[in-house]
């Protein structure tokens, strides 16, 4: 009777973090309800606590969707991030777009985060894949980084026309930022930017069918809150972005 009440106390706190979360994975929520669950008195390690998610049919299924958004632009630069260690915040943005669908078509976000942090420092929501969408991201970006020193920052992007575009190096010049690019149609060579576009959609449900524009402005606005402040990376031990850009 009491390990049944302990695992409904737990189930709980699950669905208490799926509420803001619900797609957080299971290693995440075992590292996030170590405290709530010490102060019930309840101690579950990891196996039996994805046994329990199993049982009661909490276990995040796997989701995969993708459209093109990248359509490469003529000018080339190198990958600066080849044999590079990051090692603390300023050092270097990745850039992405992906597209959300909604009843009156797709819209294109922009995405703009520090790679050592794993912090969105820039995103904008646009209805077409011109390069403003992407400049607005990158200026929210320096707006967010109230006056530190970005000289010398590497811009790390694909190949696509967005980032190519003159207006676009031209303001990467001006902050004496550094271009970086992957090589032409391997994602895996912007991989952070993929993931952080994954998990958006997977885990924050931008992957659903919005009714338009303004609707789906609101979930990514809460969807990048939520992933900047609250949600856990595994990368960052557990570390939430907000806590190591901002060195709290």
Not at 40 to 57: K, Q, V, W
Not at 127 to 152: F, K, P, Y
Not at 168 to 185: A, D, H, T
């Amino acid at each position: 009777m009491q390990r049944a009440a302990e695992e409904q106390l737990i189930v709980e706190l699950v669905q208490g973090i799926r509420q803001r979360h619900p797609r957080m994975g299971g290693r995440k929520l075992h590292h996030e309800l170590q405290k709530p669950m010490a102060a019930l008195g309840i101690s579950r390690g990891r196996d039996a606590f994805f046994d329990l998610l199993r049982a009661r049919n909490l276990l995040v299924p796997t989701k995969r969707s993708r459209r093109r958004t990248t359509h490469a632009g003529l000018w080339r630069c190198p990958n600066l991030l080849t044999d590079l260690t990051v090692t603390r915040v300023h050092q270097v943005w990745v850039g992405d777009i992906t597209y959300i669908t909604t009843e009156d078509g797709f819209v294109y976000l922009a995405l703009l985060t520090d790679l050592f942090s794993r912090f969105i420092v820039g995103f904008d929501l646009s209805s077409s894949l011109a390069v403003e969408g992407c400049a607005r991201a990158l200026e929210q970006a320096i707006a967010q980084a109230n006056g530190a020193d970005l000289n010398g920052l590497i811009h790390h992007s694909d190949h696509g026309v967005q980032y190519t575009a003159w207006p676009y190096r031209e303001r990467l010049r001006e902050l004496e930022m550094l271009s970086s690019m992957g090589e032409v149609g391997n994602c895996y060579e912007n991989a952070l930017a993929e993931r952080v576009n994954g998990i958006l959609k997977c885990e924050y449900g931008l992957d659903d069918l919005f009714i338009d524009k303004e609707q789906t402005q609101q979930a990514v606005q809460e969807a990048v809150w939520l992933y900047n402040y609250e949600r856990p990376h595994l990368a960052l031990n557990y570390g939430k972005p907000a806590e190591i850009y901002f060195g709290k």
